[in-house]
């Protein structure tokens, strides 16, 4: 079992999936799990005669294939699922989803925002599994079944051990019928204004990027050096530094008071932003070369997706 670090400190272990050994059960509940269980206060039932569920039971002998005897085969055995998740490769999550719009793979395990690129027209039933935060979620959630004015049926599961699963629980029709806020965001977020001044930099300036990296950078030599007609692209003249400049402070006055005041916010660090753009722009291509370099189908398919948005924003 290695060590699990955090920080670079030991925080735990990792137990190899090799080593692990699954048994067949005797209907016996097991005990809260104390490493993952949340509210283990809530549970003080006698573990001792504390009894099974008996939906899951009755699902697990009978529809899900029984315990191996000679039972007929279960309802459900054999039915295929696929994660489909910003965690899976690019090639296999596309596979998943030619899958899924074919009706091969019925089911998928998706994170909430759900990856773009499957066509859900068709969707008919949705499981969250837990109550999801706010009516906003829910409705975005449960919103992907059912398009077309299709009938859907949407499940969501509340957890025993969690408050906020267990409130809704109660009052289901705060959560379906509840006030949507509309969408914050917090203009002070130093990064956030870091890359808009990059993007309005690169807008200005319209370097002539081209169409791949290579045409970027001298892909022949071994550091990747931008090639110089790129590079003399990059040097703004005193008219383009004045307009950089001026495009720069319209961008802090429309964030008003708040954003002008903040701790971060100076003239100095402005001007800092403006001098090294090109130095954050060729570190951010060079590292994009290094992805392309490694021949990680996964690296060069969001390559070309932050070359491609970068060619966007210079566009806008």
């Known amino acids: 079992m290695p060590p699990f670090l955090r920080n670079g400190q030991p925080f735990g272990v990792q137990i190899m999936v090799s080593a692990l050994r699954w048994r067949l059960g005797d209907s016996t509940p097991p005990p809260p799990d104390p490493v993952r269980g949340k509210s283990l206060h809530l549970r003080r039932e006698d573990e001792g005669t504390r009894q099974a569920n008996a939906y899951f039971g009755s699902l697990y002998r009978h529809a899900l294939g029984g315990n191996g005897d000679q039972r007929p085969r279960g309802l459900f055995k054999g039915l295929l699922t696929a994660e489909h998740t910003g965690q899976v490769s690019a090639e296999r999550r596309e596979l998943r989803e030619r899958n899924f719009n074919s009706g091969k793979l019925p089911i998928l395990f998706c994170s909430p925002t759900m990856e773009l690129g499957v066509d859900i027209k068709d969707l008919s039933v949705v499981h969250m599994r837990n109550v999801p935060p706010t009516p906003a979620n829910y409705a975005q959630r449960s919103g992907r079944a059912g398009r077309g004015g299709k009938a859907a049926l949407v499940l969501a599961f509340a957890s025993h051990g969690n408050v906020h699963d267990r409130y809704f629980f109660r009052k289901s029709r705060d959560m379906i019928a509840g006030v949507v806020a509309p969408p914050r965001i917090d203009i002070v977020n130093q990064e956030l204004v870091e890359a808009h001044l990059q993007s309005t930099w690169l807008s200005i300036l319209q370097p002539r990027l081209g169409q791949s990296i290579s045409e970027v950078l001298d892909l022949d030599q071994p550091d990747f050096p931008i090639r110089p007609e ?87």
């Open 230 to 316: 790129i590079a003399e692209q990059l040097k703004p003249s005193e008219q383009k530094v004045n307009e950089i400049t001026a495009a720069f402070h319209d961008v802090i006055s429309s964030g008003g008071p708040e954003l002008a005041g903040a701790h971060w916010y100076s003239q100095p660090w402005l001007g800092d932003i403006a001098r090294s753009a090109p130095q954050r722009l060729e570190g951010r291509v060079h590292a994009l070369a290094r992805a392309l370099q490694g021949g990680d189908r996964a690296a060069q398919c969001r390559a070309q997706d932050h070359r491609q948005s970068a060619r966007h924003t210079q566009r806008a």
